[in-house]
């Protein structure tokens, strides 16, 4: 079952009149050049994500002493006290 809804816009006459020319050239009916037009600026969005820039730093000689980036609770641990780990051996 096809469910419409039926609602009033407000839209500038230019525009509303190439819509019509548009509609006319497709052989479609003006809600139906609409409703596409509507769908394709919705395909569009951009993503809800934000990106993020991190600084990089060049000087800083790569990983510390210590650091096991494959022991999450130890990586935890350092981030927490704020200082490096011994090595281990």
């Known amino acids: 079952m096809l469910v419409c ?7 500038h006459d230019g525009l509303m009149k190439a819509v019509r020319r ?3 050239e497709r052989g479609r009916s ?3 050049v609409v409703e596409d037009a509507l769908r ?3 395909a569009k969005r951009p ?11 060049r000087h ?3 990983f510390q002493p210590g650091v096991n980036l494959d022991d999450s ?5 350092l981030m927490e006290r704020g200082r490096p780990v011994p090595a281990r051996r």
């Open 22 to 24: 548009a509609a006319v």
């Open 30 to 32: 003006l809600s139906g």
């Open 47 to 57: 993503p809800t994500g934000r990106r993020v820039r991190l600084p990089v730093s």
């Open 40 to 42: 394709a600026a919705l």
């Open 60 to 62: 800083s000689g790569g």
């Open 73 to 77: 609770s130890e990586l935890l641990g």
């Open 5 to 11: 809804m039926r609602t009033t816009l407000v839209i």
